[in-house]
């Protein structure tokens, strides 16, 4: 019972992780806000981009942006406001 519990345990923290990380990139902010904080890990930007928008997609099943040109067009427009 004990294997079986600290399986679920892990199973429910992964989940949680999973939630919380939807629930960020489900908002134009948090979606920018995840790319600035991955842009380091990448070689370019259009790199990071790709990594965030096809995590979405895992995520939620479809894309958040056509492309790495919609999403910095949507970017500067919110940073505008």
Known sequence: MENLEIAYKALLEKKQKEIDLMKLLNSS????????????????????????????????????????KGFRNSISQFYKK
């Open 29 to 68: 902010d948090g979606f920018y806000q995840y790319f600035f904080k991955i842009c380091n890990e990448y070689k370019t930007r259009e790199d990071a981009f790709d990594a965030v928008n096809n995590l979405y997609f895992e995520l939620f099943g479809r894309f958040r942006y056509k492309s790495y």
